[in-house]
């Protein structure tokens, strides 16, 4: 066992609009998790930018790294091990972290092993259950299914162990936090969507407009967000979409917002735990189900899944918020986890965007 060597971790994230770094000690203990957002940049462009982005990141890189220790009370060369998020990610965002960990490698004289971005964000679950001493990270419960739902992917895993995730399907188009940022764009409320449309639907009826529940019945894992973005464009712009006549969207008043809100955040909501709810139905063996990355955050999916889970008496592993959006320290968990089993990157290590 390796466990001794690596007391402490730095995991870092750098994949797309947060620079993160955090320090995990034992693989399980988050001493800390500083997380530079970017929101406040792409706010205006509706979206993220990379150029933006990359910059930003170079300039936030060494005084999170610094945070990071600092907040965990250790130097740097207390650190043992260097993690990485390699892949997938934004190319620019990607090289930058990637030549940080290599840089920190070199000079600290110390391993880097390269992680899955997505794979981190699963783990996460594991990471946090151990965290809370609900279960250690041997006594985690296998075989489970994982979705992924973030602001770049969506994705249904079924996990066979921490190493072995089988993807069961993914979107073929929007991913579910995409569907997200799109929709607030739609409805004129503010980046990132996620968090808008959740508290414009607080005050809304999700019943008073019937979206579609994309691809539940297409009898595999695969998800389709981008019709459903259309069919809220369409009733955003009244019987007279698609032409001259179409209804403007500053025509809208807050409570029509509000019921556009809730109506979607309950299709997409619906659409995601439909597919969950298939799996289970298909593997029967299943132990828990784990939930994470951004659109995690989401109250009502927390709920409706917590229900799901509860139906069919699994455990529902969820993150907490920190933990749900891109962060380090799924990364140091990650890394932590992976170096038991696999020898450590080589600085040829590349950042691969898909
Ligand atoms: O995992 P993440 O931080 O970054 C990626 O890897 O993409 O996810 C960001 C996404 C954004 O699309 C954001 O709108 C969404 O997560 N998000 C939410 C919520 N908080 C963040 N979506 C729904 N409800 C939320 N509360
Ligand atoms: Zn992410």
């Known amino acids: 066992m390796t466990t001794m060597k690596y007391q402490f971790t730095l995991g870092i994230e750098t994949t797309c609009d947060e620079t993160s770094f955090a320090v995990v000690k034992d693989g ?35 005084p999170v790294f610094q945070e990071a220790c600092d907040q965990a009370e250790i130097s740097f060369d207390q ?51 151990a965290d809370q001493n609900r279960f250690s990270l041997n006594e985690f419960p296998f075989p489970q299914i994982g979705l992924v739902v973030s602001g770049g992917h969506t994705g249904i895993y079924l996990l066979h162990s921490h190493r072995e995730y089988e993807l069961l399907g993914k979107t073929v188009d929007d991913a579910a936090g995409e569907a997200f940022d799109k929709v607030a764009a739609l409805l004129s409320l503010p980046y990132p969507g996620g968090p808008s449309i959740q508290s414009a639907a607080k005050d809304g009826d999700p019943d008073v407009y019937d979206f579609p529940r994309p691809m539940l019945d297409s009898g595999d894992y ?99 918020l920190s933990l749900c959006t891109d ?10 986890q992976k170096i038991q089993h696999s020898p450590p990157s080589s600085l040829e290590i590349e950042a691969i965007p898909t």
């Open 79 to 129: 650190i043992d091990l260097i993690g990485v998020a390699h892949t997938p990610g934004l190319i620019g965002s990607l090289l930058i972290g990637t030549q940080a960990a290599k840089a920190l490698s070199m000079s600290l004289n110390i391993p880097l092993i390269g992680v899955n971005h997505l794979q981190s964000h699963l783990y996460s679950c594991a990471l946090t259950a």
């Open 222 to 320: 695969r998800f389709s967000f981008s019709g459903l973005k259309t069919a809220v464009l369409y009733e955003i712009e009244g019987p007279g979409s698609q032409t001259k006549d179409a209804r403007d969207r500053d025509d809208l008043s807050e409570s029509e917002v509000q019921n556009l809100a809730a109506s979607f955040q309950e299709a997409t909501v619906d659409t995601l735990l439909g597919k969950v709810q298939q799996a289970l139905k298909e593997y029967p063996d299943i132990s828990g189900c784990s939930l994470a990355g951004g659109v995690a955050a989401n109250e009502r999916l927390r709920e409706k899944a917590r229900s799901l889970c509860e139906e069919h008496d699994i455990p529902l592993f969820i993150p907490p």
């Open 28 to 62: 399980v203990d988050i001493r800390s998790n500083v997380v530079a957002s970017q929101e406040e940049l792409h706010r205006k462009f509706g979206g993220v930018v990379p150029e933006v982005a990359c910059r930003a990141h170079v300039e936030a890189i060494l």
């Open 327 to 336: 962060n380090g320290a799924m990364i140091a968990g990650r890394a932590y």
